[in-house]
């Protein structure tokens, strides 16, 4: 937050970089879930610095939405902020929504000037009815509003697994990235040479993971990233935990110096029973 306000600020103050003209829009562009590194962004503080500078923000919900807040409507809800002080928020429909293109959200001025002079709008075809219907019947699931309670229960299950594959990993030994509601968990591998053979090994056990080294994080911040659902049973979770286990000691991935347990249950923060 500090290093986004000096930007601002010299942003402001200087204003361009030859003429030292005003901007005439200063644009936050912010994810809600960060793909590489699992963190949430902090919203309400980033939202306090935008009302400060009389900036814009662009909120990028790709991993977010769906996944968290109490009713799966993403990070603003999370951090129960007014989604009116968002005034472009993206998303796709690739991931919670298991379909395929994506959205943009903002006041009618925005949505109406980019249908009209958007590339992406004027050059591209509009979605299937298929996949629009399989979008339609998402939301409405999400939301209850197909007479069912399996969209609220799918977002409990899917806090739920989050909350006990992050502790589980902890307690092993593994030094993992982000949130703890982030449900994208990427452990650190450390060093390029343990990526492939991780994989390797990983794939020979019948699990296939994700894989992620330099140039897309630094050079000494290669990562395994897992992504939960909330249809992973706790079986599967276990048996990924299992091998995880295993590999982690033939590799010597286990890198925190925290002080791990050695009982065979535990119990984290929530009640959650942690057992293998």
């Given at each position: 937050?500090?290093?986004?306000?000096?930007?601002?600020?010299?942003?402001?103050?200087?204003?361009?970089?030859?003429?030292?003209?005003?901007?005439?829009?200063?644009?936050?562009?912010?994810?809600?879930?960060?793909?590489?590194?699992?963190?949430?962004?902090?919203?309400?503080?980033?939202?306090?610095?935008?009302?400060?500078?009389?900036?814009?923000?662009?909120?990028?919900?790709?991993?977010?939405?769906?996944?968290v807040?109490?009713?799966?409507?993403?990070?603003t809800?999370?951090?129960?902020?007014?989604?009116?002080?968002?005034?472009?928020m993206?998303?796709?429909?690739?991931?919670s929504?298991?379909?395929?293109?994506?959205?943009?959200?903002?006041?009618?001025?925005?949505?109406d000037?980019?249908?009209?002079?958007?590339?992406?709008?004027?050059?591209?075809?509009?979605?299937?009815?298929?996949?629009?219907?399989?979008?339609?019947?998402?939301?409405?699931?999400?939301?209850?509003?197909?007479?069912?309670?399996e969209?609220?229960?799918?977002?409990?299950?899917?806090?739920?697994?989050?909350?006990?594959?992050?502790?589980?990993?902890?307690?092993?030994?593994?030094?993992?990235?982000?949130?703890?509601?982030?449900?994208?968990?990427?452990?650190?591998?450390?060093?390029?040479?343990?990526?492939?053979?991780?994989?390797?090994?990983?794939?020979?056990?019948?699990?296939?993971?994700?894989?992620?080294?330099?140039p897309?994080?630094?050079?000494?911040?290669?990562?395994?990233?897992?992504?939960?659902?909330?249809?992973?049973?706790?079986?599967?979770?276990?048996?990924?935990?299992?091998?995880?286990?295993?590999?982690?000691?033939?590799?010597?991935?286990?890198?925190?110096?925290?002080?791990?347990?050695?009982?065979?249950?535990?119990?984290?923060?929530?009640?959650?029973?942690?057992?293998?």
């Amino acid at each position: 937050m500090h290093s986004l306000e000096k930007l601002l600020r010299e942003a402001v103050c200087s204003g361009q970089p030859r003429t030292h003209r005003p901007w005439k829009k200063i644009l936050i562009m912010v994810e809600g879930i960060y793909s590489m590194e699992g963190s949430l962004v902090r919203l309400p503080e980033i939202i306090a610095l935008k009302k400060k500078y009389k900036a814009y923000l662009f909120v990028d919900e790709a991993h977010s939405i769906g996944a968290v807040g109490p009713t799966g409507r993403g990070v603003t809800e999370l951090f129960n902020v007014n989604p009116a002080d968002v005034d472009v928020m993206m998303g796709t429909f690739t991931k919670s929504f298991g379909a395929a293109g994506g959205y943009i959200a903002g006041k009618k001025e925005l949505v109406d000037y980019l249908r009209c002079q958007s590339h992406s709008a004027v050059y591209a075809t509009s979605l299937s009815p298929p996949v629009t219907e399989q979008i339609i019947r998402a939301m409405k699931c999400i939301m209850g509003n197909n007479g069912s309670t399996e969209g609220i229960r799918r977002i409990r299950q899917l806090a739920e697994n989050t909350k006990y594959f992050r502790a589980r990993l902890k307690e092993m030994g593994f030094i993992i990235y982000g949130h703890e509601d982030s449900p994208v968990v990427p452990i650190l591998l450390y060093m390029p040479g343990k990526v492939v053979a991780f994989a390797r090994e990983m794939l020979e056990r019948k699990i296939g993971v994700v894989v992620v080294g330099f140039p897309a994080t630094p050079i000494t911040e290669a990562r395994a990233r897992f992504c939960l659902s909330a249809a992973h049973t706790r079986e599967m979770l276990n048996q990924v935990l299992h091998h995880m286990n295993e590999v982690g000691d033939l590799f010597c991935l286990k890198f925190s110096r925290r002080k791990h347990s050695s009982r065979s249950d535990l119990h984290d923060e929530t009640g959650l029973e942690l057992s293998s």
